[in-house]
């Protein structure tokens, strides 16, 4: 339920870390801060990515972090920023969620004068800006190279789960390519996030590559439904016949992408890890009195299998050496912010 990340307060003067007079209050009293992480999401490589994100830009600011897991039970989730207002935290991130379940609990928080970020999760509620990863752009880009591979004429299965607010971004943006492209098809549409989420898409899309033998290119913008794909496109043996493409991306992710003859041939990402770091740096603008900007936008970037080959990239590290938007993302900063250690 309750983790406190590293040491139960996360202090000042350790490698990478800011010394607390160098920093404007709230931040210059050593371990005076405290802020909570209420997770919707937590399964799989992007959210491990994230988390580990949010505890570096937390320790290198010395401030106390407390994460809390619902695990996809929204009423959990709710009833856990409660409890991070009972606890008198200073700031609370929610990270992804149902906008009807956590609409009431973010503006509990608000009225308590906690300052408070999303997320990838629509609160509506403009006293608390969005962390997003331009969503739509992550779609589009995906998309857009899924075209420039199959032509305009395909038949693509998708995968999609309404109401998570990143997946519906993306939906608009294959709800437009095909708009704009007649001749693409939709065979079929599945998806779930039942956990572990890979191993369920998978079930589905064995049946769904069963009955539809004519799909030859899946849209699965989140790469657990990717991941699933995969699994069900490799056992029916058609790599060769079959094209994914994703969002979001892990070391992981770039094993099966460089795996012989692997199905998928593209995902849009940005790095989990800097997005987390983006989101703690926007909560700790708002606790030193500034005012972001509504929306907080991590820009993405297509990476295709193509890629990952030519440039030999075999994990994160590589891919943030290729690409330097991996490494950092010059969102949310400010001169007297210090930033992980890298």
């Known amino acids: 339920m309750l983790k406190l990340t590293g040491a139960a307060a996360l202090t000042l003067g350790m490698g990478g870390v800011a010394l607390a007079g160098d920093m404007p209050a709230p931040f210059d009293k050593a371990g005076e801060v405290k802020i909570a992480l209420v997770r919707y999401l937590s399964t799989g490589d992007f959210f491990q990515s994230y988390l580990s994100g949010v505890e570096t830009q937390a320790e290198a600011l010395g401030v106390d972090l407390r994460v809390f897991d619902s695990r996809q039970d929204a009423a959990l989730q709710a009833d856990m920023v409660d409890q991070a207002i009972a606890l008198g935290v200073d700031g609370i991130i929610i990270q992804h969620g149902l906008t009807e379940s956590m609409k ?17 999760v629509n609160v509506e509620n403009t006293a608390i800006p969005q962390v997003e990863q331009s969503d739509y752009m992550l779609g589009k880009l995906a998309l857009e190279q899924a075209v420039v591979d199959n ?7 998708y995968v999609y789960v309404p109401g998570i607010a990143p997946l519906d971004r993306r939906d608009v943006a294959w709800e437009d390519i095909k708009a704009a492209n007649p001749g693409i098809k939709q065979a079929a549409m599945f998806g779930t996030l039942d956990n572990p989420i890979a191993n369920s898409v998978a079930n589905q899309a064995r049946s769904v590559l069963q009955a539809n033998p004519n799909i030859n290119v899946i849209f699965a913008p989140y790469d657990e439904f990717a991941k699933g794909v995969k699994i069900a496109v490799d056992e029916a043996g058609l790599t060769s016949d079959i094209k994914i493409y994703s969002a979001d991306v ?3 992710d770039i094993s099966a992408m460089r795996e012989p003859g692997s199905a998928w041939a593209a995902t849009v990402a940005t790095n989990p890890a800097v997005v987390g770091e983006v989101s703690v740096r926007t909560l700790a603008l708002m606790l030193a009195g500034e005012t972001p900007d509504a929306q907080v936008i991590v820009p993405p970037t297509l990476i295709t299998q193509d890629f990952l080959n030519a440039e030999d990239i075999k994990n994160m590290g590589d891919l943030g050496s290729k690409m330097p938007q991996f490494a950092h993302a010059d969102v949310s900063m400010a001169d007297w912010m210090p930033l992980p250690k890298r």
Do not use: P
């Not at 009431?104 to 990838?120: L, N, T, W, Y």
């Not at 032509?151 to 299965?157: E, I």
């Open 151 to 157: 032509g305009d004429n395909f038949t693509a299965g």
């Open 104 to 120: 009431d609990a973010a503006q509990r928080a608000v009225e308590a004068g906690i300052k408070v970020v999303a997320f990838d």
């Open 250 to 252: 892990s070391t992981a």
